[in-house]
Nanobody
Framework: QAQLVESGGGLVQAGGSLRLSCADSGRTFSRNTMGWFRQAPGKAREFVAAISWSGGSTYYADSVKGRFTISRDIAKNTVYLQMNSLKPEDTAVYSC???????????????????WGQGTQVTVSS
């Protein structure tokens, strides 16, 4: 059964760091593109980063480029989002998602991804 489970969220001060994890417990998406999205209260879901199945290609939203790093450990069936230099505007629920139709395409629209985790809250205080 396909299941994505995020962890690693929490409360951090501005300038701090967090590392989010997304575990693919069913080992379903080891050969698919994975992405991270976030949604702040009252706002639309926003693309953060995507990674190809091998980890060889990545794609970032301009708002996080240079601060966030997406990576994956294929053996552990886990995708990570390392977040550094966090800002209050990074506060949101962060969700990982799988594009089961692609291994290499890196897309930024939520509707291009068909499996989603429940999300983990990240709160950055000023």
């Amino acid at each position: 059964q396909a299941q994505l489970v995020e962890s690693g969220g929490g409360l951090v001060q501005a300038g701090g760091s967090l590392r989010l994890s997304c575990a693919d417990s069913g080992r379903t998406f080891s050969r698919n593109t994975m992405g991270w999205f976030r949604q702040a209260p009252g706002k639309a879901r926003e693309f953060v980063a995507a990674i190809s199945w091998s980890g060889g290609s990545t794609y970032y939203a301009d708002s996080v480029k240079g601060r966030f790093t997406i990576s994956r450990d294929i053996a552990k069936n886990t995708v990570y989002l390392q977040m550094n230099s966090l800002k209050p505007e990074d506060t949101a629920v962060y969700s990982c998602a799988a594009d089961s139709t692609s291994r290499y395409r890196l897309r930024s629209r939520p509707y291009d991804y068909d499996y989603w985790g429940q999300g983990t809250q990240v709160t950055v205080s000023s």
